[in-house]
């Protein structure tokens, strides 16, 4: 599974964003800077943003933190990380890039304040492993967050379902040539835990003291905050 996934971004990897930008109508930014501020991360923290891809929300945190603060970038596709180094530095901004797999980091326990994942946790293996390895890396009382997409409901739930199954695969395939890489995210963002369900994961870790569901744009994505045991 995890090869597939990573071949799948890897061949999607170059219009990644681009396709980000035109697929969200740029939302995803308000939700990125959402998570940071929902994180509490402050001046000077130390920040791992796990399956970081193409780095925008590594790039939150590292304005966020600031120049005495610390943040790196992992993910297990190297295509993906490609074009993360060049953008931190277009905007003058210092983050670390690694090639890691956010079920076993190559960090020591408590080196971090805060740990996130952007539209990564719904792809890994197996969620609550991933949950308590970046708690493991999370200083006691720091705090982990994740953003995933949710499944809104009612009229705007129907249109949103619409516009994923039908939309989204024309464009992305246009823009990408991988039609199914964009058939793959409405289908497993419909069967990924959101909301309450997803908090039961964040238990069943074991890792994390309080949690909460933050729905963003009536429940399209989701902020999970997690406080670190
Ligand atoms: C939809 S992209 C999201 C990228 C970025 N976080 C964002 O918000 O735009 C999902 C990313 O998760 C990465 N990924 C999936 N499973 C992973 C794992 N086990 N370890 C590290 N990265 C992983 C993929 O390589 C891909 O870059």
């Not at 970046?134 to 499944?151: N, S």
């Not at 933050?214 to 045991?229: M, N, S």
């Amino acid at each position: 599974m995890s090869t597939e996934v990573r071949e799948m971004f890897s061949s999607i990897a170059t219009k990644y964003d681009v396709t980000n930008e035109v697929l969200s109508f740029g939302i995803h930014r308000l939700w990125r800077r959402k998570a940071v501020r929902l994180s509490t991360a402050k001046e000077g923290d130390r920040v791992l943003d796990c399956a970081s891809g193409t780095g925008d929300l590594a790039l939150a945190f590292k304005r966020k933190v600031g120049v005495s603060g610390r943040v790196v970038g992992t993910d297990f596709c190297p295509e993906m990380l490609e074009s993360a180094p060049a953008k931190a530095e277009k905007e003058g901004l210092q983050v670390d890039f690694q090639v890691a797999d956010a079920m076993d980091l190559p960090f020591a326990a408590d080196s971090f304040d805060v740990a996130s994942i952007s539209f990564g946790i719904r792809n890994v293996d197996d969620p609550v492993k991933c949950l308590k390895e970046m708690a493991r890396v999370v200083r006691p009382g720091g705090h982990v967050v994740v953003l995933e997409f949710g499944q809104p409901t009612g009229a705007f739930g129907a249109l949103f379902r619409f516009y994923s199954k039908t939309v989204m695969p024309t464009i992305g395939g246009l823009l990408t040539g991988n039609r199914a890489a964009y058939q793959y995210l409405p289908k497993t963002s419909a069967a990924f835990p959101a909301g309450d369900k997803f908090l039961e994961l964040m238990d069943q870790s074991g890792a994390y003291a309080a949690k909460s569901a933050h729905a963003l744009t009536f429940g399209t994505a989701y902020v999970y905050v997690g406080t670190v045991r």
